[in-house]
């Protein structure tokens, strides 16, 4: 079998649990061909990140240039992007049309609290990069940015829903706020997705595992989704597919003691 092509635009993370690795590792558990495009390299562990060191704009749109003159490139995830003039860079190939099926991950602070994105990096995405996207990932924190709301405000389904729609009218054609973070009554031991596409809402409901190995689950959702999209499948099934790997993978991985901190989950069902 010859596999199709995708490609990661995000950055490398030297702990090997999250970004350009977590993107990677998920192309290959959907028996993907991944291409990449470095966008920053980061001094991180499971403990944190200490360092960010960005390429610049031109050395990632080479990048890019090069394995879209050479692949078929069927899907395009973007994860950390690090500078706005990285983010107007992406837009700009997108609005070209050489980004096929673009899951937008806006990755802008890390979970420990370390800045991933650049002053202006939030205008950018607004105003230039989630408009041609497909599809827009964000976390509670990332949604509640995007669309100018306090994310103590976001405390129910509800709340969630209207957000995503705040962000769809920004244009791209779907959002899908993550409800991992979401702490509230009865979701407290599950961790609900709402997918809203214009006028429809869907919710994809999921136990939440109790692990500290959960890093890099944000970009490993995105990856999959891509990967589901490579194929051509719809996107709500591409959500649900990618959804239930990341639970697999958060399941297997719940018990294991890699490094101090939060830990990768098992994106190829090593434990299975």
């Known amino acids: 079998m010859e596999p199709l092509t995708a490609l990661t635009i995000a950055g490398s993370d030297s702990g090997g649990g999250a970004g350009i690795q977590a993107d990677l590792r998920t192309f290959s558990a959907f028996s993907i061909h991944g291409t990449t495009a470095i966008t920053a390299v980061t001094a991180q562990n499971t403990l944190g990140v200490t360092n960010v060191t960005p390429l610049t704009a031109a ?16 899907a395009v995830k973007t994860g950390m992007l690090a500078q706005p003039a990285t983010v107007l860079a992406v837009a700009e190939s997108a609005r070209d049309g050489r980004l096929a099926n673009l899951v937008v991950d806006p990755v802008l602070v890390s979970t420990t609290g370390h800045a991933l994105m ?24 990332e949604a509640a940015v995007l669309a100018s709301v306090d994310v103590r405000d976001v405390a129910t389904l ?12 920004l244009g791209p054609r779907a959002v899908l706020v993550k409800g991992g973070h979401l702490v509230s009554g009865s979701t407290d031991d599950h961790a609900p997705d709402v997918l809203v596409t214009g006028g429809d809402v869907r919710v994809f409901d999921a136990p939440r595992v109790d692990t500290t190995n959960d890093h890099g689950t944000g ?11 490579a194929y051509g499948r719809p996107l709500p099934d591409s959500v649900r597919d990618a959804k239930s790997f990341v639970l697999a993978a958060l399941t297997s991985a719940a018990d294991w003691r890699l490094g101090h901190g939060h830990g990768p989950i098992d994106h190829l069902g090593w434990n299975a």
């Open 158 to 169: 509800e709340d969630m829903i209207e957000l995503a729609r705040r962000i769809v009218d």
């Open 118 to 141: 650049d002053e202006g990096g939030v205008e950018a995405y607004r105003e230039a990069l989630v408009p041609q996207a497909m599809l827009v990932t964000p976390n509670l924190r």
């Open 59 to 74: 050395a990632v749109l080479a990048q890019i240039d090069a394995v879209l003159d050479d692949f078929a490139v069927r």
């Open 219 to 229: 970009c490993s959702l995105a990856a999959a989704i891509a990967a589901g999209l």
